[in-house]
């Protein structure tokens, strides 16, 4: 939840499909998702969904509507990852106030400016040669993957694993800070940073599954998923929200965080 002007609006965080999609179905499906959204919350959009939008032909016509309606821009992982650093010890909780600004209120123009030069800072300006990259690294690491061939139905097992490659997450983003900690004997609270746990989680289950081989696309999931544990809805695939569900009834992870596939938001006769 976000409140603005002491109102309480839901967070939507939306994929790239749902909004290449809204726009070829402009009256049906479109029109369901704006209505649902906006009827009691905003969207939130990542870094990776608005680099795959600017990559289609409904960019521009994204950028003229998002500019008019309020909806919110989550700051990269890394970014993420310092708010939740500079929030190390604090009483509250790092919020979704903390790890996003507003998009509207801008021209088209501008709003075009903004979001090609932040996810040019936040992804590089290659992202899918860098994606590419990154899947080939992360696959020849023994360090990724503590599960070892095993199944994921090993609760306890997983949940070790989890923290494991969280840990590793962390001290790749700030190992100044883990360096810090590990000199003066403290142990690093992996739970300040849920943006690594849930990161963790999704490449646990759509990257490292033993059933699976894992593509480079799943990593995408896996940087959107740092946004995860600050919103309420996510608009996404159903192989994304099945692995939430999963990871939420096994683990007691995502409490509270609602999922809505494509097929949910069509009109019944369609669907």
Not at 164 to 173: D, K, M, Q, R
Not at 238 to 247: D, H, L, M, T, Y
């Amino acid at each position: 939840m976000i409140t603005v002007k002491n109102k309480s609006y839901k967070c939507y965080l939306i994929d790239s499909n749902f909004i290449i999609q809204m726009f070829k179905e402009r009256e049906s499906f479109g029109s369901n998702v704006i209505n649902r959204v906006f009827s009691d919350g905003l969207f939130v959009f990542s870094p990776v969904s608005l680099w795959e939008i600017s990559q289609d032909e409904c960019f521009d016509e994204f950028i003229s509507v998002f500019s008019t309606l309020p909806s919110l821009l989550a700051l990269s992982d890394d970014d993420i990852v310092n708010k939740e650093l500079e929030n190390y010890e604090g009483v509250e909780p790092t919020s979704i106030k903390d790890i996003t600004f507003l998009l509207s209120g801008n021209s088209p123009h501008e709003l075009n400016l903004i979001i090609k030069n932040y996810i040019n800072k936040a992804l590089g300006k290659d992202y899918k040669a860098t994606e590419k990259q990154y899947f080939k690294e992360m696959k020849g690491r023994n360090s990724f993957g503590y599960l070892d061939g095993q199944s994921l139905s090993n609760k306890q097992a997983t949940k070790s694993s989890v923290d494991l490659v969280a840990l590793e997450f962390i001290s790749n983003l700030v190992p100044s800070f883990c360096k810090t900690l590990q000199a003066n004997s403290s142990a690093l609270n992996v739970a300040r940073f849920p943006s690594q746990v849930s990161k963790s989680y999704i490449y646990h289950y759509k990257f490292a599954h033993p059933s699976r081989k894992g593509e480079p696309s799943d990593l995408s999931d896996i940087l959107i998923s740092s946004i995860l544990p600050y919103i309420d809805v996510y608009l996404t695939e159903k192989s994304v929200a099945n692995s939430i569900r999963e990871i939420r009834d096994v683990h007691g992870f995502y409490k509270g965080l609602e999922t809505v596939t494509m097929k949910q938001m069509r009109p019944l006769e369609e669907a």
